[in-house]
């Protein structure tokens, strides 16, 4: 049997890994508490610390860090699908489809426009690689205006062109395009019906069996949090396997497996288990003020995080967080500044022309604004049947925007009355949130331009302009990066500021953005 001898590691290897582990975090914090571009500053010291800079970690140890990087990316999409919001999504669904295709349609569309010498498969992974925002930071951002689910298709989008990238060489070959993308749909109705015929029976059968016994050895297993935990990851595992083996991306069925788990704990019925004392064979009793203090219950479906302690947001909180945050995240956006050549990306042409295509990508993401801009053409006529359809898929009690709408607890009825009256955005600062919300940036982007460089997508035409489209690409997504969350931040704080003032009686009545306002 063979076997590889355990050797001490040298300290000179230890200093150097713990110094890459610990600048790592060092940078994306302080970037993070400047701009939240701490990513920026980890590709960064990966471009430093790898071979395009001090060669300080050898290509062996690089790859590693690149494998348990991707590892780490995988789970950050994975706590991606468990942030979607299915009420959220319900109640914007058709405006949300509007802006995600707006989203999408520009950013390759332009690309299109402006090849420059470049070939129409580099163009549209050009595009591709601008369409998708950032899991993390968007849902946060947009999480503001109830809109996050136009993210959340982008990114979905950005997930299926990361499959059909690996699987294009220099040549376009239509079966690399068609089976991902059918695969994908096929996954993405699949896992949804399965959910509904087959989870939420087997969880309504297991929640009759608790409430007749809720003291059995099943009760007190599914109680655990490391049981949700053993779930969880069984099922992020097997659709991650499955996926990859049937020919989409890994990427999408970790998505898939968190928004799975996000819907079991938001749109089905779950027992708890009330502390208190119970007399077998009695039914539940009533304390003095008349309600049930009985030990177990059902409930429609958790919908704060103190309810319980096996929701998917807090055992991923609990089990990955730390390490996801710490180690793997980080992993992953060094591994990306390892392929990044330094010394060519800052020659004049490469640096001109990513700042013009940053601009033009930048602009091409403010156009998903227009959906909420408030003028009256026949676009806003559009947009008005837009936003009808989705109150009448999300049902009267949820309007867009309600679920981050501030109303008043001394005058409820007045708020609800101001807010049905003005259903619509009373300035521009809702399309400037939205459209610099969807300016692409992070980790998607990175990863399409670095898998099509690595394909030779990129360079398919030595001596051409195309050359250095790889550098284009990458100058423009580090700087939408930068540009989106400085300057949603600043127009969050000012629509805060305004409704503090008015809040405070010392400006005009009415939310300042209408429906979509920000809590």
Not at 144 to 150: P, R
Request: hydrophobic share 45%; glycine share 10%.
């Amino acid at each position: 049997m063979e076997s590889i001898p355990y050797h001490e590691p040298s300290i000179k290897l230890i200093s150097v890994l713990s110094g890459f582990l610990l600048t790592l975090n060092l940078f994306n914090y302080g970037l993070n508490k400047i701009s939240f571009c701490g990513l920026i500053g980890q590709v960064v010291l990966g471009i430093a610390w790898g071979t395009p800079g001090g060669k300080l970690l050898d290509t062996e140890l690089e790859e590693v860090i690149m494998q348990l990087g991707y590892l780490g990316l995988i789970l950050l999409v994975f706590e991606g699908g468990l942030a979607t919001s299915f009420k959220s999504m319900m109640a914007n669904i058709w405006l949300s489809t509007g802006v995600a295709i707006t989203g999408i349609a520009m950013p390759i569309g332009i690309s299109f426009v402006l090849r420059l010498g470049a070939t129409p498969l580099q163009a549209f992974t050009a595009g591709a690689a601008l369409c998708s925002t950032s899991l993390g930071t968007t849902f946060t951002i947009l999480g503001t205006s109830g809109l996050n689910s136009a993210a959340m298709i982008d990114d979905v989008v950005g997930l299926i062109m990361v499959q059909v990238i690996a699987n294009l060489g220099s040549e376009f070959e239509p079966v690399t395009v068609i089976r991902p993308v059918f695969v994908s749909l096929a996954f993405a109705v699949f896992i949804p019906v399965l959910c509904k015929f087959v989870a939420l029976p087997i969880t309504l059968r297991l929640n009759q069996m608790r409430e007749k016994n809720p003291k059995s050895k099943l009760a007190n297993v599914l109680n655990l949090r490391r049981t949700a935990f053993l779930i969880h990851t069984t099922l992020l595992l097997g659709l991650v396997i499955a996926g990859t083996y049937a020919g989409t991306s890994s990427l999408l069925a970790a998505y898939i497996a968190g928004a799975a788990v996000s819907w079991w704990d938001s749109e089905v019925p779950h027992v708890t288990f009330r502390p208190g004392p119970v007399q077998e064979g009695t039914g539940p009793t009533q304390d003095a003020g008349g309600s049930s203090a009985s030990r177990s219950h059902i409930h429609e479906a958790p919908n704060s995080e103190s309810e319980g302690s096996s929701l998917g947001v807090q055992v991923f909180d609990h089990y990955y967080q730390p390490v996801v945050e710490h180690i793997l995240k980080p992993f992953f956006f060094a591994s990306i500044g390892f392929s990044i050549p330094i010394t060519q990306m800052f020659s004049g042409s490469v640096v001109w022309r990513g700042v013009i295509y940053t601009l033009l990508m930048t602009v091409a993401k403010l156009v998903c604004g227009l959906w909420l801009v408030p003028i009256p053409n026949s676009f806003q006529t559009a947009m008005e049947l837009v936003q009808k359809l989705s109150l009448r898929m999300a049902g009267k009690s949820l309007t867009p925007g309600a679920q981050c709408t501030e109303i008043s607890p001394n005058n409820p009825e007045t708020q609800e009355s101001d807010h049905q009256e003005d259903s619509g955005p009373k300035s521009l600062y809702p399309a400037g949130i939205i459209g610099l919300g969807m300016v692409a940036r992070g980790e998607i982007g990175f990863l399409v331009s670095s898998l099509a460089q690595s394909k030779g997508i990129f360079d398919s035409q030595s001596g051409s302009q195309s050359q250095g489209l790889f550098l284009v690409v990458t100058w423009a997504i580090t700087l939408c990066t930068v540009i989106g969350p400085i300057c949603v931040g600043l127009l969050v704080n000012r629509v805060r500021k305004l409704e503090s003032t008015r809040v405070q009686g010392r400006s005009g009545s009415g939310n300042v953005l209408g429906a979509w306002g920000v809590s």
